[in-house]
């Protein structure tokens, strides 16, 4: 029989699940987990092989589409829901409001603020991962491709360029590449050590999903610091729920939601 998510003898408090995977939702799952009032847990997607252990209970594995949330939500009365997927976690997120919407459960989504442009910065704005492989252009290239494992196997398309793949996984399959050097790591990745990341495989351009926050950023800062071109995935539009940029807005958000009258100082 599987584990309980949540505590079966604290009924009276709140429960709240975390649709998590960022640093930020980790963050949300320290605080909370330090709050008796709430009874909190996290579900991860298990696209990483070995995450990280969570401060708060912690879930596995999809839920079979917003059907199959939106079941889980109800049936574990489910009182508020967060959605604090990566910001490229599109499908996640519309399923998530979805579910939250058929089962009305309240939902809000913590989504950290896209980089910006910056003085410097020589980005190339595209819409999908499969433009950014367009946008490499014919002539070869040292390429560092920086956008997680799942998509990385657009480039089989360009086989002239010659690729640096960082990811927190193995890609798999192996790309199809006559030249690839894999690097696997996991964040946070500060700026210099990123400078001598690129000074050492002659990095040429960059290949990034604008993910935002600052664990990853140091990429970013080091092409602008090196002049190096840096080909921007951007956000699609992001699922029509309201949403929060930072953990202590998360906090007074719940606060709101679900505290008594009387502990809001109403």
Same mark, same amino acid.
């Given at each position: 029989?599987?584990? =309980?998510?949540? @505590?079966?003898? =604290?009924?009276?408090?709140?429960?709240?699940?975390?649709?998590?995977?960022?640093?930020?939702?980790?963050?949300?799952?320290?605080?909370?987990?330090?709050?008796?009032?709430? @009874?909190?847990?996290?579900?991860?997607? #298990?696209?990483?092989?070995?995450?990280?252990?969570?401060?708060?209970?912690?879930?596995?594995? #999809?839920? #079979?589409?917003?059907?199959?949330?939106?079941?889980?939500?109800? $049936?574990?009365?489910?009182?508020?829901?967060?959605?604090?997927?990566?910001?490229?976690?599109?499908?996640?997120?519309?399923?998530?409001?979805?579910?939250?919407?058929?089962?009305?459960?309240?939902?809000? $989504?913590?989504?950290?603020?896209?980089?910006?442009?910056?003085?410097?910065?020589?980005?190339?704005?595209?819409?999908?991962?499969?433009?950014?492989?367009?946008?490499?252009?014919? $002539?070869?290239?040292?390429?560092?491709?920086?956008?997680?494992?799942?998509?990385?196997?657009?480039?089989?398309?360009?086989?002239?360029?010659?690729?640096?793949?960082?990811?927190?996984?193995?890609?798999?399959?192996?790309?199809?590449?006559?030249?690839?050097? $894999?690097?696997?790591?996991?964040?946070?990745?500060?700026?210099?050590?990123?400078?001598?990341?690129?000074?050492?495989?002659?990095?040429? %351009?960059?290949?990034?999903?604008?993910?935002? #926050?600052?664990?990853?950023?140091?990429?970013?800062?080091?092409?602008?610091?090196?002049? %190096?071109?840096?080909?921007?995935?951007?956000?699609?539009?992001?699922?029509?729920?309201?949403?929060?940029?930072?953990? @202590?807005?998360?906090?007074?958000? %719940?606060?709101?939601?679900?505290?008594?009258?009387?502990?809001?100082?109403?």
């Amino acid at each position: 029989m599987a584990e =309980a998510l949540f @505590d079966m003898s =604290a009924m009276d408090r709140p429960r709240i699940l975390i649709l998590g995977g960022t640093t930020e939702a980790r963050q949300l799952a320290e605080r909370l987990a330090a709050d008796s009032r709430y @009874d909190a847990a996290v579900s991860l997607a #298990g696209r990483t092989a070995d995450p990280r252990p969570q401060p708060l209970p912690t879930r596995l594995g #999809g839920f #079979g589409g917003a059907e199959g949330l939106a079941a889980f939500l109800k $049936a574990e009365n489910v009182a508020l829901l967060i959605d604090a997927t990566h910001p490229f976690a599109a499908r996640i997120s519309q399923n998530a409001a979805a579910a939250a919407e058929a089962t009305g459960t309240p939902i809000f $989504a913590l989504r950290r603020p896209a980089w910006e442009l910056e003085r410097g910065d020589r980005w190339t704005r595209v819409e999908s991962v499969a433009e950014a492989v367009s946008a490499l252009g014919g $002539a070869p290239r040292r390429v560092f491709l920086a956008i997680g494992r799942q998509e990385a196997f657009h480039f089989e398309k360009a086989p002239q360029h010659k690729y640096i793949v960082r990811s927190v996984d193995p890609v798999t399959p192996p790309l199809a590449l006559p030249d690839v050097t $894999a690097i696997l790591a996991s964040g946070p990745f500060a700026e210099a050590d990123e400078i001598d990341l690129f000074e050492e495989h002659d990095i040429e %351009i960059v290949v990034a999903k604008n993910s935002g #926050g600052t664990a990853t950023y140091g990429k970013i800062a080091a092409a602008r610091k090196l002049g %190096i071109e840096v080909i921007m995935v951007e956000r699609h539009k992001p699922a029509d729920v309201s949403s929060v940029g930072n953990c @202590d807005e998360a906090l007074e958000r %719940i606060h709101q939601r679900l505290s008594p009258v009387k502990d809001r100082g109403v």
